[in-house]
């Protein structure tokens, strides 16, 4: 463990965690250069170092200490059972662990699977969740190709990453059970040191606001001034929206934060209550 204040982050080097990754650090205003082949970082503007290793060792390295925050798939931490502590899921690297069979094999549920060859790459998740299911079946532990298994006759069905799906469709397997829902989640260490709390604070702070404004958009328009009364409406529970005198005293411009699952909803009703140029931005930050 390191004794200054350096705080180090794990990220994958190369991989499908790699860009979401290095992108969510970038806009927590870390400053940093990521050449090829490069394992090791410093951030030009504060004392962070961000390490590259292979998403297998980012538990580890935070569990030991040897970093102090890292960002790796659910589904790596859940078969590893590092002690970390699980801080912020991240909202991209989405995949589900599946459990699939050959497209024309029938399928009358879970039971079906005892006594069969499952391959996966992970055992660990793979043998909990058939042990709570009461299913005995023959795990077989594959690094990589998992999916060529039941072609081989390795194994009768196997257990792997999907996200997309095409990877199955190509050898001809469809899934039949969701062993477990997976995203990129930022971890942390368990143990730190003093020095270090204030910055893994702040830190901990700036990615929970580049989290929160991606939920959000922000939407300025103009609206009659007797249609003002409604528009706090759209907005409940937060603080009354901003509200803008134009030249023209019939309107007014008005500010406004939504979710985004709720934007459409709202457009429509600031159409229905006169609002007119509605001019929506994407947030970069948002701290409450
Ligand atoms: O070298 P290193 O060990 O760091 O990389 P890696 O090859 O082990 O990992 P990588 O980059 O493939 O995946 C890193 C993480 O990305 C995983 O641990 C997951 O959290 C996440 N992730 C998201 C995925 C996928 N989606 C995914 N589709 N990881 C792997 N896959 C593979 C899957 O194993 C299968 O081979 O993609 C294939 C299926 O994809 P679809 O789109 O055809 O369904
Ligand atoms: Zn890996």
Redesign the pocket.
Known sequence: MQSNGTIRIAI??????SEGSVALLQSMGLSFETYQNRLFAPCRNLPIDVLFI???DIPEYVADGVADLGI?????LDERGAKVRRLLPLDF???SLSIAVPEQKEWRGIAELTGKRIATSYPATLRRFLTERGVRAEVIMLKGC??IAPALRVADAIC?????????RMNRLRVIETVAK?Q?ILIGSTTTTPVKTAMLEKLLLRAEGVQEARKYKCIMFNVPKESLISIGDLVPGSRSPMVIPLSDPAFAAVQIVVSEERFWDVAERIRSLGGRDIIVSPIEKFIR
């Not at 994958?12 to 965690?17: E, I, P, T, V, Y």
């Not at 792997?160 to 199955?168: A, E, F, H, Q, R």
């Open positions: 994958q080097k190369s991989g499908r965690l292979r998403d297998d790796v798939g659910s589904n790596v690297g989405f995949c998992v999916e792997d990453l999907v996200s997309s799906g095409s990877t199955l997976s990129a």
